[in-house]
């Protein structure tokens, strides 16, 4: 059976930095990190910025240093809009 997915954007003042397929992300939220997978409850969170990790649908790790901002997650679409944010 396969993974349950759902679309992940992060966004900066400059564009977006990253646009895909997720099956896993880690949010480095304010007051620690919060694992996010498909069919999450409706949330959202500030963060502090940090480390950003996500799993995608192909199973490949990808790492992002994040600037502080804002994680939404509804609907199986989520959003991370921050002020930077480069591969690690």
Not at 28 to 33: K, L, Q, R
Request: glycine share 10%; charged share 20%.
């Amino acid at each position: 059976m396969d993974e349950p997915v759902y679309n992940l954007r992060i966004v900066t003042p400059q564009g977006i930095a990253y646009e895909g397929t997720v099956a896993h992300a880690q949010v480095p939220a304010e007051h620690g990190f919060v694992g996010v997978l498909a069919n999450h409850a409706p949330y959202l969170t500030s963060s502090a910025g940090g480390k950003f990790t996500i799993r995608e649908e192909s199973g490949l790790l990808r790492e992002f240093k994040v600037e502080p901002g804002f994680f939404e997650f509804k609907s199986n679409r989520a959003f991370f809009l921050t002020r930077g944010c480069e591969n690690l």
